[in-house]
Protein backbone atom coordinates (compact mmCIF):
# COMPACT_ATOMS: atom_id res chain seq x y z
CA UNK A 1 0.00 0.00 0.00
CA UNK A 2 1.10 3.68 -0.70
CA UNK A 3 2.16 5.72 2.09
CA UNK A 4 1.10 9.10 0.79
CA UNK A 5 -1.33 11.03 -1.64
CA UNK A 6 1.76 12.62 -3.49
CA UNK A 7 -0.13 14.00 -6.56
CA UNK A 8 -3.31 13.30 -5.39
CA UNK A 9 -6.04 16.19 -4.80
CA UNK A 10 -6.71 15.68 -1.40
CA UNK A 11 -8.27 19.10 -1.24
CA UNK A 12 -10.77 20.32 -3.66
CA UNK A 13 -9.67 22.40 -6.65
CA UNK A 14 -11.98 25.62 -6.45
CA UNK A 15 -14.71 25.07 -9.35
CA UNK A 16 -14.52 27.17 -12.33
CA UNK A 17 -17.59 28.84 -13.28
CA UNK A 18 -21.06 29.78 -11.22
CA UNK A 19 -22.70 26.96 -8.68
CA UNK A 20 -25.30 25.25 -10.65
CA UNK A 21 -26.45 22.86 -7.24
CA UNK A 22 -25.55 23.45 -3.50
CA UNK A 23 -26.36 20.21 -1.30
CA UNK A 24 -26.40 19.49 2.06
CA UNK A 25 -25.56 16.04 2.76
CA UNK A 26 -26.92 14.39 6.19
CA UNK A 27 -26.13 11.63 8.17
CA UNK A 28 -23.89 9.44 6.12
CA UNK A 29 -22.69 6.25 5.81
CA UNK A 30 -19.83 4.63 4.03
CA UNK A 31 -19.24 1.09 2.93
CA UNK A 32 -16.87 -0.18 0.67
CA UNK A 33 -15.34 -3.30 -1.12
CA UNK A 34 -12.58 -4.23 -3.14
CA UNK A 35 -12.92 -4.65 -6.69
CA UNK A 36 -10.93 -6.04 -9.59
CA UNK A 37 -10.32 -3.86 -12.31
CA UNK A 38 -10.88 -5.84 -15.20
CA UNK A 39 -13.99 -7.20 -13.69
CA UNK A 40 -15.73 -3.38 -13.87
CA UNK A 41 -13.80 -1.87 -16.88
CA UNK A 42 -16.33 -2.44 -19.01
CA UNK A 43 -18.52 -0.30 -17.33
CA UNK A 44 -17.38 2.48 -17.98
CA UNK A 45 -17.58 5.43 -20.08
CA UNK A 46 -15.04 6.14 -23.06
CA UNK A 47 -12.12 8.52 -21.78
CA UNK A 48 -12.50 6.95 -18.16
CA UNK A 49 -10.79 3.60 -16.42
CA UNK A 50 -11.24 2.27 -12.75
CA UNK A 51 -8.87 4.12 -10.50
CA UNK A 52 -6.58 1.88 -8.44
CA UNK A 53 -5.36 2.10 -5.21
CA UNK A 54 -2.27 -0.46 -4.61
CA UNK A 55 -3.53 -2.73 -7.40
CA UNK A 56 -7.52 -2.41 -6.49
CA UNK A 57 -10.56 -0.64 -7.22
CA UNK A 58 -13.53 -0.22 -5.12
CA UNK A 59 -17.48 0.02 -4.84
CA UNK A 60 -19.10 1.92 -2.48
CA UNK A 61 -22.42 1.78 -0.79
CA UNK A 62 -23.24 5.39 0.84
CA UNK A 63 -27.06 5.94 2.44
CA UNK A 64 -27.45 9.28 3.87
CA UNK A 65 -30.10 11.84 3.73
CA UNK A 66 -30.03 15.12 1.36
CA UNK A 67 -30.75 17.80 3.72
CA UNK A 68 -31.59 20.90 1.18
CA UNK A 69 -30.72 21.68 -2.31
CA UNK A 70 -30.39 25.09 -4.30
CA UNK A 71 -30.37 25.44 -7.59
CA UNK A 72 -27.63 28.28 -8.58
CA UNK A 73 -28.42 31.40 -6.08
CA UNK A 74 -32.31 30.42 -5.48
CA UNK A 75 -33.53 29.71 -2.09
CA UNK A 76 -33.64 26.13 -1.57
CA UNK A 77 -36.20 23.94 -2.89
CA UNK A 78 -38.33 21.83 0.48
CA UNK A 79 -39.44 18.45 -2.21
CA UNK A 80 -36.83 18.11 -4.43
CA UNK A 81 -34.03 19.01 -2.04
CA UNK A 82 -34.72 17.04 1.11
CA UNK A 83 -34.91 13.17 0.44
CA UNK A 84 -33.03 10.59 1.46
CA UNK A 85 -30.63 8.60 -1.04
CA UNK A 86 -28.72 5.52 -1.30
CA UNK A 87 -25.87 5.29 -3.92
CA UNK A 88 -23.52 2.73 -5.28
CA UNK A 89 -20.53 3.99 -6.78
CA UNK A 90 -17.36 3.16 -8.44
CA UNK A 91 -14.23 4.91 -8.82
CA UNK A 92 -12.87 6.30 -12.55
CA UNK A 93 -10.26 8.34 -13.44
CA UNK A 94 -9.89 10.43 -16.95
CA UNK A 95 -7.19 10.96 -19.51
CA UNK A 96 -6.88 14.66 -17.86
CA UNK A 97 -5.90 12.58 -14.39
CA UNK A 98 -9.45 13.73 -12.95
CA UNK A 99 -10.43 11.22 -10.39
CA UNK A 100 -14.06 10.97 -9.76
CA UNK A 101 -16.90 8.67 -8.95
CA UNK A 102 -18.68 6.33 -11.41
CA UNK A 103 -22.58 5.71 -10.04
CA UNK A 104 -23.85 2.50 -10.79
CA UNK A 105 -27.18 3.81 -9.03
CA UNK A 106 -28.49 6.58 -6.73
CA UNK A 107 -32.07 5.17 -4.63
CA UNK A 108 -34.26 8.66 -4.82
CA UNK A 109 -37.39 9.03 -2.95
CA UNK A 110 -38.82 11.41 -4.75
CA UNK A 111 -39.96 10.34 -8.52
CA UNK A 112 -39.67 13.84 -10.08
CA UNK A 113 -35.28 14.04 -9.59
CA UNK A 114 -35.47 10.64 -11.29
CA UNK A 115 -36.09 12.19 -15.23
CA UNK A 116 -34.84 15.36 -14.42
CA UNK A 117 -31.41 14.31 -13.31
CA UNK A 118 -31.13 11.86 -15.65
CA UNK A 119 -32.05 13.69 -18.60
CA UNK A 120 -29.94 17.03 -17.78
CA UNK A 121 -26.55 15.30 -16.70
CA UNK A 122 -27.02 11.59 -17.25
CA UNK A 123 -26.82 10.57 -13.32
CA UNK A 124 -28.63 7.05 -12.97
CA UNK A 125 -30.90 8.23 -10.34
CA UNK A 126 -33.73 5.34 -9.85
CA UNK A 127 -36.89 5.66 -7.75
CA UNK A 128 -37.09 3.62 -4.36
CA UNK A 129 -39.31 3.38 -1.26
CA UNK A 130 -37.23 5.17 1.47
CA UNK A 131 -36.82 5.89 4.98
CA UNK A 132 -33.79 6.48 7.29
CA UNK A 133 -34.67 6.48 10.84
CA UNK A 134 -32.28 7.11 13.94
CA UNK A 135 -32.68 6.07 17.81
CA UNK A 136 -29.77 7.56 19.92
CA UNK A 137 -26.52 6.28 18.19
CA UNK A 138 -27.78 3.71 16.26
CA UNK A 139 -29.25 4.90 12.08
CA UNK A 140 -30.96 2.39 9.84
CA UNK A 141 -31.56 3.26 6.30
CA UNK A 142 -34.41 0.92 4.68
CA UNK A 143 -34.86 1.17 0.51
CA UNK A 144 -36.61 -0.82 -1.70
CA UNK A 145 -36.75 -0.16 -5.12
CA UNK A 146 -39.99 0.89 -7.25
CA UNK A 147 -38.55 1.85 -10.88
CA UNK A 148 -36.12 -0.18 -12.75
CA UNK A 149 -36.31 -3.19 -11.14
CA UNK A 150 -38.77 -3.24 -8.77
CA UNK A 151 -37.94 -4.60 -5.63
CA UNK A 152 -34.67 -4.51 -5.20
CA UNK A 153 -33.92 -3.78 -1.30
CA UNK A 154 -31.18 -2.36 0.59
CA UNK A 155 -31.44 -2.39 4.66
CA UNK A 156 -28.16 -0.96 6.62
CA UNK A 157 -28.15 -0.43 10.56
CA UNK A 158 -25.32 1.17 11.92
CA UNK A 159 -24.14 2.50 15.46
CA UNK A 160 -22.34 5.70 15.62
CA UNK A 161 -18.61 5.29 17.27
CA UNK A 162 -15.78 7.75 17.88
CA UNK A 163 -13.91 10.75 15.65
CA UNK A 164 -10.97 8.10 13.50
CA UNK A 165 -8.23 9.93 11.64
CA UNK A 166 -8.92 8.58 8.06
CA UNK A 167 -6.14 6.13 6.39
CA UNK A 168 -4.79 7.03 2.76
CA UNK A 169 -7.05 4.62 1.57
CA UNK A 170 -10.09 6.23 3.21
CA UNK A 171 -8.89 9.80 1.95
CA UNK A 172 -8.34 8.45 -1.60
CA UNK A 173 -12.05 7.28 -1.27
CA UNK A 174 -13.75 10.00 0.06
CA UNK A 175 -11.81 13.19 -1.16
CA UNK A 176 -13.60 12.89 -5.00
CA UNK A 177 -14.37 16.27 -6.70
CA UNK A 178 -16.38 15.38 -9.22
CA UNK A 179 -18.28 12.87 -11.14
CA UNK A 180 -17.69 10.88 -14.81
CA UNK A 181 -21.15 10.44 -16.14
CA UNK A 182 -22.87 9.26 -19.94
CA UNK A 183 -24.92 11.49 -21.51
CA UNK A 184 -26.02 11.60 -25.53
CA UNK A 185 -23.31 9.80 -26.56
CA UNK A 186 -20.81 11.76 -24.49
CA UNK A 187 -18.33 11.46 -21.15
CA UNK A 188 -19.01 13.97 -18.67
CA UNK A 189 -17.00 15.60 -15.61
CA UNK A 190 -19.75 17.06 -13.19
CA UNK A 191 -17.49 18.67 -10.85
CA UNK A 192 -17.81 19.37 -7.01
CA UNK A 193 -15.97 21.08 -4.45
CA UNK A 194 -16.47 20.65 -0.12
CA UNK A 195 -14.51 20.63 3.09
CA UNK A 196 -12.31 17.69 4.12
CA UNK A 197 -14.58 14.93 5.61
CA UNK A 198 -15.57 14.51 9.88
CA UNK A 199 -15.47 10.98 9.64
CA UNK A 200 -16.39 8.67 12.94
CA UNK A 201 -16.15 4.89 13.14
CA UNK A 202 -19.67 2.80 12.34
CA UNK A 203 -20.14 -0.91 13.63
CA UNK A 204 -22.25 -2.31 11.02
CA UNK A 205 -24.96 -3.46 13.01
CA UNK A 206 -27.04 -4.90 9.91
CA UNK A 207 -26.42 -5.18 6.01
CA UNK A 208 -28.98 -6.60 3.08
CA UNK A 209 -28.12 -5.26 0.25
CA UNK A 210 -29.13 -6.01 -3.71
CA UNK A 211 -27.81 -2.68 -4.70
CA UNK A 212 -24.25 -3.33 -5.36
CA UNK A 213 -24.67 -6.68 -7.46
CA UNK A 214 -27.51 -5.27 -9.41
CA UNK A 215 -25.11 -2.56 -10.57
CA UNK A 216 -23.30 -5.04 -12.06
CA UNK A 217 -20.16 -5.23 -9.56
CA UNK A 218 -18.29 -8.11 -7.77
CA UNK A 219 -16.69 -7.53 -4.98
CA UNK A 220 -13.54 -9.41 -4.53
CA UNK A 221 -12.34 -8.86 -0.42
CA UNK A 222 -13.59 -7.87 2.87
CA UNK A 223 -15.64 -4.75 3.54
CA UNK A 224 -13.64 -1.94 4.70
CA UNK A 225 -14.13 -0.77 7.95
CA UNK A 226 -17.62 1.21 8.36
CA UNK A 227 -17.32 5.24 8.21
CA UNK A 228 -19.70 7.56 9.07
CA UNK A 229 -20.13 11.82 9.29
CA UNK A 230 -22.96 14.07 10.15
CA UNK A 231 -23.24 16.47 7.90
CA UNK A 232 -21.08 17.96 4.64
CA UNK A 233 -22.37 21.29 2.41
CA UNK A 234 -21.44 20.26 -1.43
CA UNK A 235 -21.05 22.62 -3.88
CA UNK A 236 -21.70 21.62 -8.07
CA UNK A 237 -20.21 23.44 -10.73
CA UNK A 238 -21.07 23.03 -14.68
CA UNK A 239 -20.84 19.81 -16.62
CA UNK A 240 -17.58 19.62 -19.16
CA UNK A 241 -17.10 17.16 -21.92
CA UNK A 242 -14.60 14.44 -21.36
CA UNK A 243 -14.94 13.11 -24.17
CA UNK A 244 -17.16 12.69 -28.00
CA UNK A 245 -16.67 9.64 -28.38
CA UNK A 246 -19.74 7.13 -28.30
CA UNK A 247 -19.45 5.23 -24.58
CA UNK A 248 -19.64 1.69 -24.54
CA UNK A 249 -21.23 -0.79 -21.76
Given at each position: ?????A?F????????????????????????W?V???????L??????????????????I??????T??????????F???????????????????????R?????????V????????????????????????????????????G????????????????????????????????????????????P??????????????L?????V????????????????????????????????
Open positions: MIDDLGPVAAPPLDGPVWFDQSWLDLTFLHPRPDDVAHYPAGTRPDVFDGMTYVGLPFRMGYKVGASPTVPYGAFAETNVRLYSVDDAGRHGVLFSLETARLAVPAIRLTIGVPYTWARMRVTRSADVIRYDSVRRWPQRLCSRVTVRLGEAVVPTPLEIWLTARWGAHTRKAGRTWWVPNEHDWSLQSADLLGLDDEVAAGGRTAGERLRALYSPSMRTRFGRPIVVTGAAASQ
